[in-house]
């Protein structure tokens, strides 16, 4: 039997870790809401992010060690894969919102009691809200454009 290396042996014990530390975030999602159980998501969200970020970081370089081709070598970040700048920080702007609705309203769009008739209105009022602040935008602008 092939011993570990201590970045796999890291590995393994983060990989434990990170089940964990989702196991609790779920026991949390399952409990009761009440006006601090956003704070405890929130804050278990981030531990499961972080030991998620370790991992693949982790993972990357073992699989970088492991490979003897540069062709088989992952890349481990979104620019290495040729993402630009706008696309990651929509990822973020996406993350952010995920647990801004977790925080303001105790669920993402994850959820089950919404039908089609109630994303297709929930997305109806949010186009007008998007026109609303578009026809606002395009009023300042002209506005300092002419001045």
């Known amino acids: 039997m092939k011993e570990q290396t201590s970045a796999e042996r890291l590995s393994e014990i983060l990989s434990w870790k990170y089940i ?3 196991e609790k975030l ?4 399952e409990e009761p809401y ?3 159980q956003h704070l405890k998501i929130n804050k278990q969200l981030k531990k499961v992010a972080i030991l998620e970020s370790k991992l693949e970081v982790l993972e990357s370089h073992l699989n970088r060690s492991n490979s003897n081709k540069p062709l088989e070598k992952k890349k481990s970040n979104l620019s290495e894969l040729g993402v630009s700048n706008i696309t990651k920080s929509i990822i ?6 995920d647990l801004k609705g977790i925080e303001e309203y105790g669920v993402n769009v994850d959820r089950e009691d919404y039908d089609l008739g109630d994303w297709l209105k929930e997305t109806y009022q949010e186009m007008l809200d998007s026109t609303k602040y578009l026809q606002a935008s395009i009023k300042l602008y ?3 454009k002419t001045v």
Do not use: M
């Open 92 to 97: 973020n702007d996406l993350v952010e919102s």
């Open 142 to 144: 002209e506005s300092k």
């Open 20 to 22: 964990d530390e989702g």
């Open 34 to 36: 009440d006006k601090n």
């Open 26 to 29: 779920y026991r949390l999602l």
